[in-house]
C-alpha cells in the first residue's frame, strides 16, 4: 500500500464490534505483522489470528502482573494474571508459530521489536495518561511509514471509571500526539481510534458524531460535578393498605 492510498471508511460503520471493525480492517489491509499492547486474556488476539490468514508475526506485549503504580479496575493479583496468561496461550495456541510473546511493560520490552517492521500496532493496555503517552511514543518509530497505529477506550469522557480510578486519557491525548507527529487520525466507533502514518494535513476524522470538543475542560468539570453530588437518600418506604388502616385505628 502507497502512502498516497487514502482509507475506505465504509467498512468501520458497518461493523458490529470492535473485534469485527478490525479483523476486517486487518484483512482488507492484507496486514501481515502487528503488535497488540495489552492482551490481557487474548480474545482479541484469538480472533484477529483466526481470522486473518495474512499475519505472519503477531507480537504480544504484556507484563501479565500485578503493578503497584497503575491505578486502573484490571490490575488484577498475580494469581489471576497468571491464569489470564495461561488462558492467552492456550487461545493462541494454533498459532504458536506467529505468535511471539513478550511478557513485559512496554519499555521493557519494545526494544525486541525492529523500528519500522510493524504494518499495524493495537493499543489496549494502561490507558492512564502516562499509560497512553509512553505506547504511543515508544511504538510509534516501530510502524512502517504507511501503516496503522490503532487503539480501544477512545471513550469521549476521560472518567471512564469511578474518579476513584485515574481517568482514562487515550482521548484526547492521541489526538494531540497525531497532530505533533503530522498524520490523521480517525475516531471510529466502539471506542476505536486510527492514527495513518503518512504524511499529510493532521486531521482529526470524527467518523461518529461523539467527539465535538478535543479539550479536558468538559470532562474535568463533570468528574468534578459527580464528586460533589450527594448521595441520593434512600426512598422512603410506603405502608401497605393493611398497616395504614392499622394505624388509623389506633389513632
Same mark, same amino acid.
Request: glycine share 6%; hydrophobic share 35%.
Given at each position: 500500500?502507497?502512502?498516497?492510498?487514502?482509507?475506505?471508511?465504509? +467498512?468501520? @460503520?458497518?461493523?458490529?464490534?470492535?473485534?469485527?471493525?478490525? +479483523?476486517?480492517?486487518?484483512?482488507?489491509?492484507?496486514?501481515?505483522?502487528?503488535?497488540?499492547?495489552?492482551?490481557?486474556?487474548?480474545?482479541?488476539?484469538?480472533?484477529?489470528?483466526?481470522?486473518?490468514?495474512?499475519?505472519?508475526?503477531?507480537?504480544?506485549?504484556? *507484563?501479565?502482573? #500485578?503493578?503497584?503504580?497503575?491505578?486502573?479496575?484490571?490490575?488484577? /493479583?498475580?494469581?489471576?494474571?497468571?491464569?489470564?496468561?495461561?488462558?492467552?496461550?492456550?487461545? %493462541?495456541?494454533? #498459532?504458536?508459530?506467529?505468535?511471539?510473546?513478550?511478557?513485559?511493560?512496554?519499555?521493557?520490552?519494545?526494544?525486541?521489536? *525492529?523500528?519500522?517492521?510493524?504494518?499495524?500496532?493495537?493499543? /489496549?493496555?494502561?490507558?492512564?495518561?502516562?499509560?497512553?503517552?509512553?505506547?504511543?511514543?515508544?511504538?510509534?518509530?516501530?510502524?512502517?511509514?504507511?501503516?496503522?497505529?490503532?487503539?480501544?477506550?477512545?471513550?469521549?469522557?476521560?472518567?471512564? #471509571? @469511578? %474518579?476513584?480510578?485515574?481517568?482514562?486519557? =487515550?482521548?484526547?491525548?492521541?489526538?494531540?500526539?497525531?497532530? !505533533? =507527529?503530522?498524520?490523521?487520525?480517525? $475516531?471510529?466507533? #466502539?471506542?476505536?481510534?486510527?492514527?495513518?502514518?503518512?504524511?499529510?494535513?493532521?486531521?482529526?476524522?470524527?467518523?461518529?458524531?461523539?467527539?465535538?470538543?478535543?479539550?479536558?475542560?468538559?470532562?474535568?468539570? @463533570?468528574?468534578?460535578?459527580?464528586? $460533589?453530588?450527594? !448521595? !441520593?437518600?434512600?426512598?422512603? +418506604?410506603?405502608?401497605?393498605?393493611? +398497616?395504614?388502616? @392499622?394505624?388509623?385505628?389506633?389513632?
Amino acid at each position: 500500500m502507497t502512502q498516497e492510498q487514502s482509507i475506505d471508511t465504509s +467498512s468501520f @460503520k458497518q461493523a458490529g464490534s470492535r473485534l469485527e471493525l478490525w +479483523s476486517r480492517f486487518v484483512r482488507e489491509q492484507r496486514i501481515e505483522q502487528m503488535a497488540e499492547i495489552g492482551v490481557f486474556r487474548g480474545a482479541f488476539a484469538q480472533t484477529i489470528l483466526d481470522g486473518c490468514p495474512d499475519i505472519t508475526r503477531y507480537y504480544m506485549i504484556d *507484563p501479565w502482573r #500485578h503493578l503497584d503504580d497503575w491505578n486502573k479496575p484490571a490490575n488484577k /493479583d498475580d494469581t489471576t494474571f497468571e491464569e489470564f496468561y495461561a488462558e492467552t496461550m492456550r487461545r %493462541t495456541e494454533t #498459532h504458536a508459530a506467529k505468535r511471539v510473546v513478550l511478557r513485559g511493560r512496554t519499555t521493557e520490552v519494545v526494544d525486541e521489536i *525492529p523500528d519500522g517492521s510493524l504494518d499495524l500496532a493495537y493499543v /489496549d493496555g494502561d490507558h492512564t495518561l502516562r499509560g497512553i503517552t509512553i505506547d504511543l511514543i515508544r511504538m510509534w518509530p516501530k510502524v512502517r511509514p504507511g501503516g496503522f497505529f490503532t487503539g480501544d477506550d477512545f471513550t469521549p469522557s476521560i472518567w471512564q #471509571h @469511578k %474518579t476513584d480510578f485515574e481517568p482514562t486519557l =487515550v482521548f484526547p491525548w492521541s489526538v494531540y500526539f497525531a497532530e !505533533a =507527529v503530522g498524520a490523521p487520525i480517525y $475516531a471510529l466507533p #466502539h471506542n476505536q481510534f486510527l492514527i495513518h502514518k503518512i504524511d499529510a494535513e493532521p486531521t482529526f476524522l470524527d467518523l461518529t458524531g461523539r467527539y465535538p470538543d478535543v479539550s479536558l475542560r468538559r470532562s474535568l468539570l @463533570k468528574g468534578r460535578r459527580d464528586e $460533589a453530588q450527594p !448521595a !441520593a437518600p434512600a426512598p422512603a +418506604s410506603r405502608p401497605s393498605g393493611r +398497616s395504614l388502616l @392499622k394505624r388509623l385505628r389506633r389513632g
